[in-house]
């Protein structure tokens, strides 16, 4: 998406000149470099996972594309940061509130019937297998990572959204709780201790997972809390700015040097690639040494902090970071990013499994990029297209509205 087509996408509102503050808290402001870096996320994943197949551990280039995994914490900051805005915004201004129900059906039609689709598309080429009623069930709901006997099953890039799905469900229930402890020390003083404690939990939910062995169904959503707390921080930080009348200290330093906030973010990211020795094949779930695995975490937090402050507080027009960021190219790939996610694995996998086999070809990684990227990027504007937007306009319907709003018998 892009300043130059004003458009919704994720229910977000392309705002003349990048404006920090909506008319409207329901339909907070789009920020024009954040479908950018949601690109620059996606094309990060897309290459780990080729590396993943195609490199060799001794490869001089695998330990740097291995750690492009960042991208996935990429996508968990922003998410926390655009879902929680605009419930920060209602309560600093006293709204009366968002309507839940209106919520929950615009976050399904955005997130299922695009990925049933790419679930199917799986299962047919024989991608992915589902051996039991559980299975179905659970990868159809999206919540086959709190079954362990279910590792392995579905598309294996939809933990993710298993993460995305428990946040989502979760966070009415959170705002709600903010406003009542707003309303006896204040909405400020609500949003930034329950944030920071949210944020807090997530970082030692990490590190239970990387030095013990907590339970399955504390090992989807409290892991990765920290990276999505940190993006609800920057969500009250960016509201709370908005409607002061002179420019706050928080938002001046967010929005100076864009090129060092984005410096910091490659040195952090930089450090976990030279320094901690993580192995080219982990994952992002704690594995190998404890320490590196929670050195790991922080630092690319902090990456993906340092990508996103630039382009949540000032004028989004000047700068180069500013201007790379809306660089119509990666706006394109954020605005398709969802559907080149629920496909890219399946496409590396047909091509070089498959068709790279059956001809005798070497799947090398220059290959796999050269063939894989243009496939995955048309799979993912075909999603987008033809079944994402319908239905998040269905989801958005009068009828689905007015039906919604009936009382209940």
Same mark, same amino acid.
């Given at each position: ?111 299922? $019937? ?41 598309? =294996? ?33 609500? %949003? ?29 959503? $409290? =892991? ?137 070809? %070497?799947?090398?990684? %220059? ?43």
């Amino acid at each position: 998406m892009t300043q130059d087509a004003p458009q919704r996408t994720e229910g977000f509102v392309n705002a003349a000149g990048g404006a920090l503050v909506a008319e409207d808290p329901t339909a907070p402001p789009f920020f024009p470099g954040l479908d950018g870096v949601r690109g620059l996320a996606m094309l990060a994943v897309f290459l780990t996972h080729t590396s993943y197949l195609t490199f060799a551990p001794e490869s001089a280039y695998a330990v740097f594309l291995s750690q492009l995994n960042v991208g996935v914490l990429i996508f968990f900051m922003m998410s926390g940061f655009l879902m929680y805005r605009p419930y920060v915004v209602q309560h600093l201004r006293h709204g009366d509130g968002l309507g839940t129900r209106s919520y929950f059906r615009r976050r399904f039609f955005r997130v299922y $019937p695009g990925y049933w689709v790419a679930l199917a598309g799986g299962l047919l080429i024989g991608f992915t297998t589902l051996d039991s009623p559980l299975a179905w069930i659970a990868n159809v709901a999206l919540v086959q990572t709190y079954f362990t006997d279910l590792f392995g099953q579905g598309l =294996p890039q939809a933990f993710t959204l298993v993460v995305e799905v428990s946040f989502y469900l979760l966070l009415p229930a959170f705002a709600l709780l903010v406003r009542r402890v707003g309303g006896r020390l204040g909405p400020m003083r609500a %949003e930034v201790g329950l944030v920071g404690l949210t944020t807090l939990l997530g970082f030692l939910g990490y590190a239970w997972y990387s030095f013990g062995d907590p339970p399955s169904a504390l090992r989807v959503l $409290p =892991p990765w809390l920290g990276l999505i707390g940190a993006g609800m921080g920057l969500a009250v930080a960016s509201a709370w700015a908005a409607d002061q009348p002179r420019v706050p200290a928080v938002a001046r330093i967010g929005a100076a040097r864009p090129w060092a906030w984005w410096g910091v973010a490659f040195v952090a990211w930089l450090a976990v690639v030279l320094f901690l020795g993580i192995d080219t094949q982990e994952s992002l779930f704690a594995s190998g040494k404890p320490g590196q695995a929670m050195g790991r975490y922080v630092l690319l937090t902090v990456t993906s902090a340092g990508l996103l402050v630039p382009l949540v507080f000032g004028a989004q027009q000047g700068g180069w970071v500013r201007r790379f960021a809306g660089w119509r190219p990666l706006t394109f790939l954020g605005s398709v990013s969802y559907g080149c996610y629920l496909w890219h694995y399946s496409v590396l996998w047909v091509l070089n499994d498959t068709w790279f086999g059956k001809y005798g070809v %070497e799947g090398t990684f %220059e290959k796999l990029v050269v063939t894989g990227l243009p496939i995955t990027i048309l799979l993912g504007w075909l999603s987008f297209r033809f079944v994402e937007q319908p239905a998040i306009r269905f989801g958005r319907s009068p009828r689905l509205r007015r039906r919604s709003a009936r009382p209940g018998p």
